[in-house]
């Protein structure tokens, strides 16, 4: 019994930790908007979707999987490109013309408009589109190779999305805590109203951060469709609940907190479809059970910090 | 003079003007000519009276409609109507962002054809099952308002999110469960669903053709409505909208704001689960399908179109929002509906007239000119065929019909959202400059592009545009107050 469980742990925990490096830049996107403007970005998990789809069309234009006119890292490295390039620029253009008008507005209404933005992207890539499943396949792009430690299998895919995923984390650490524009950011979430009389352009601070965290959403569907294969135009949504769900547990607001609550969540998913009882079916359930116990026993994430009401 | 009444906007200092004198006498100022007039007759109704303003209508309707026409706009309207009343609880009320209420209309609908259905081999009459399907809903409501209580706005909206999707998953897969004491029960069918539904069946009364359906929902509607009034004229009603306003000073002044939070739930799902059951028996079925996002964002442009705590923007929303694309199904309708509208916004929003004249003048010059053009220079432009009807066949000489028109539409529809946006953006001439080819582009995605998928994802864009624009031009919706919010 132990060895039966035993044998699928390893691929579980690789499956779980590349799931959930894709969830954690999903939900740092969350996290960083949430934590300056206290919004539900609703629109998240279809800018990501949409980035997965940039990343489809540019492999397509650059020749297609099996022949690209480019070397096949080459190909990698443009899809990422112009998908985080596509994808940042779409945040802006969201948070512009359907935030910005509402930053003073009761609380709901920035809410309903980021749910209309939301089935707006995804219902234009259904038009836009169609329907069917891409695939982008990995497989005639960058071939079945795989490395292995022992037990541990790793295909190059998951490689790619594991160490890209910790390169962009660590650039995005790097750049909040040690540039003039993460300064701003940080001052911004603290406080938006002393921020603006310190001198801080708020409104560019904030659509930085759009940018960021959009661009983080984009890379992080091409890392979904490099390993995962299959997108659609209502792959967002799952995706962006889940990445949601990460930056609760991690403790929204907390950047560090988004990477581990995302780690989590894959692990999560990971294990229970493997271990738990119909987890392949009900998945997504096992995840939802953690989030209402996260959420029952420390509600403000596991490094967030306990929100104090004051008046 | 307006202009010195009405407040300056909020990102400006305000010093020196009396907001709410400002707003009173700009809100009578704004009481002016047809629209006021209207305003002040509708204010001086008795709430009866209001009503009757709705019931007339709704009773006289089902004489003349065909019974095609009576499901379609009338029954489907009336249970997006309930449905939206039940919202408006938790939303409009309460303030509660519920994102996972269509999962309690499953419930309801799920329960009803549980015992009363074909499938399983029960046949409850209505009069039992009915209240059962609500008792259910609204205990699943009160299950999933616990964890939430504690919880502030955003959170409980991604925890009622989650738990909707988790409704579909669980109506797709539950045949399959075991239960300690029971052994295998079939909750609900599997992705098929559960078939055969019984027809209504109240105290004897056997509801089965469309119009007794419709008669059904009208009096369910009616009786839920007037229940939710004196729900909202009560104390109650006076404590949720202080947990609206502000839930902190709410808490101060002693309101118990965790029980009126848990009853906006659990009044909202019972509400929900009541119009899931009208719904199932009404489809003799009980699809997961149907509990979808979709829905959602239906009934939440129902409520916020209308205006979120308002019951006449819940009528007036659900005519709207179910109405308008229903009559786009039929091509030529939907050619009508799509100018009327343009030509409804443009005679609204530009003034003096002469400008006006000139948008519509040079936006038909335009058409005819590219036309002539395409004609004469690029014949595949022009190749396409126009649709059935005269206005059909006057829009084919006016607009390009590319012969490779899905491609053309894609780019067409890209551009056209980046003009819009760009247009909002613009002021003065220039504004007026861009509007024509942004008309005519708009025109031109709609015949090549959008027309053919009224059904599915063109309705639903529009749904989630509205929300968007709603939002940014009037958030109070059409019958909702405008709330001033004080920092």
């Known amino acids: ?247 609760v547990i991690g403790g929204i607001g907390s950047i560090p907190g988004a990477m581990l609550g995302g780690l989590l969540v894959g692990l999560a998913e990971s294990y229970a479809t493997g271990y738990l009882p119909r987890g392949s079916t009900f998945q997504n359930l096992y995840v939802f059970a953690l989030l209402i116990l996260i959420i029952l026993i420390r509600p403000s994430g596991i490094l967030g910090k306990a929100d104090v009401n004051k008046v | 003079m307006p202009d010195e009444l009405t407040p300056p906007p909020v990102d400006q200092p305000r010093i020196g003007v009396d907001e709410w004198v400002a707003s009173v006498e700009g809100r009578r100022d704004r009481y002016q000519g047809v629209t006021g007039a209207v305003r002040r007759v509708w204010d001086g109704l008795p709430v009866w009276g209001r009503l009757l303003v709705f019931l007339v209508p709704a009773a006289v309707f089902p004489l003349f409609a065909s019974t095609g026409n009576l499901f379609r706009y009338g029954l489907i309207t009336l249970i997006y109507a309930l449905l939206a009343l039940g919202l408006n609880i938790t939303v409009g009320f309460a303030g509660l962002l519920d994102l996972g209420y269509i999962a309690f209309f499953g419930f309801g609908a799920y329960t009803y054809g549980f015992v009363a259905s074909g499938y399983t081999g029960r046949h409850w009459p209505a009069e039992l099952a009915i209240p059962l399907a609500i008792a259910v809903a609204a205990g699943v409501g009160l299950v999933l308002g616990l964890p939430s209580r504690r919880l502030v706005g955003d959170y409980l909206a991604i925890v009622t999110l989650f738990f909707g999707q988790a409704f579909v998953v669980i109506a797709n897969n539950a045949d399959q469960i075991r239960f300690p004491f029971f052994g295998h029960v079939d909750l609900t069918g599997d992705a098929n669903g559960l078939d055969n539904i019984d027809p209504l069946n109240v105290f004897g009364w056997k509801v089965s053709t469309t119009k007794e359906y419709y008669w059904f929902a009208l009096g369910a509607f009616v009786l839920a409505m007037t229940l939710i009034y004196f729900a909202n004229e009560s104390r109650t009603g006076r404590g949720w909208r202080a947990l609206r306003e502000d839930p902190l000073s709410a808490e101060v002044m002693s309101i118990p704001v965790n029980r009126l939070k848990l009853m906006a739930f659990v009044f909202g799902a019972g509400t929900a689960g009541f119009a899931g059951s009208i719904y199932a028996s009404v489809q003799t079925g009980a699809f997961p399908g149907d509990y979808d996002v979709g829905l959602l964002i239906t009934i939440y442009a129902i409520v916020v179109l209308g205006g979120a705590g308002s019951l006449a923007g819940v009528i007036v929303g659900a005519i709207i929002v179910n109405g308008v694309p229903e009559l786009l199904r039929d091509p030529n309708q939907a050619e009508w509906v799509f100018y009327t509208a343009i030509a409804i916004a443009l005679f609204a929003t530009i003034r003096p007239w002469r400008r006006l004249a000139a948008v519509v003048g040079a936006t038909i010059a335009l058409g005819f000119a590219l036309h002539a053009i395409a004609d004469a220079w690029f014949p595949r432009w022009t190749a396409g065929q126009p649709g059935e009807g005269k206005l059909a066949h006057w829009v084919g000489s006016w607009m390009l019909l590319p012969s490779h028109r899905t491609q053309l539409g894609n780019w067409a529809y890209v551009i056209l959202i980046a003009a819009v946006l760009v247009l909002t953006l613009l002021h003065g001439i220039w504004r007026t400059v861009l509007l024509v080819p942004t008309i005519y582009l708009a025109s031109f995605v709609w015949e090549n592009l959008l027309v053919e998928q009224t059904a599915g994802a063109t309705r639903f864009l529009l749904l989630g545009a509205l929300l968007v624009v709603l939002m940014n031009v009037r958030p109070q919706g059409l019958f909702g107050t405008a709330r001033v919010e004080i920092v």
């Not at chain 1, 949409?50 to 990698?76: C, E, K, Q, T």
């Not at chain 1, 990995?138 to 299998?153: A, M, Q, S």
Request: charged share 10%.
């Open chain 1, 1 to 247: 019994m132990v060895a039966v469980l035993w044998s699928k742990f390893w691929d579980l925990t690789v499956s779980g930790v590349t799931l959930g490096s894709v969830y954690a830049l999903v939900a740092l996107g969350y996290s960083m908007v949430y934590g300056i403007l206290k919004l539900l970005n609703f629109a998240h998990g279809d800018v990501y979707m949409i980035g997965a789809f940039m990343g489809f069309f540019m492999l397509r234009w650059l020749g297609g999987p099996v022949d690209p006119n480019v070397a096949a890292w080459v190909a990698v490295v443009l899809m990422f490109l112009f998908a985080m390039a596509a994808c940042g620029g779409l945040g802006v253009v969201i948070e512009r013309f359907a935030y910005r008008p509402l930053r003073n507005a009761p609380r709901i209404a920035p809410l309903i408009s980021a749910l209309g933005v939301s089935f707006f992207l995804q219902n234009s890539a259904l038009l836009l589109f169609g329907a069917a499943f891409r695939d982008y396949d990995t497989f005639d792009l960058i071939g079945g190779r795989t490395f292995h430690y022992r037990d541990i299998f790793l295909s190059v895919p998951q490689v790619l999305t594991i160490v890209s995923a910790l390169a962009l984390m660590v650039a995005l650490t790097v750049l909040v805590s040690r540039t003039r524009i993460g300064k701003a950011m940080r001052a911004t979430s603290f406080d938006r109203e002393a921020a603006s009389m310190m001198g801080i352009d708020v409104d560019r601070v904030i659509a930085s951060t759009f940018f960021i965290g959009s661009a983080l959403a984009g890379a992080a569907g091409v890392m979904f469709a490099l390993v995962f294969g299959q997108i659609y135009h209502f792959m967002g949504f799952l995706a962006g609940l889940k990445g949601f769900t990460a930056a």
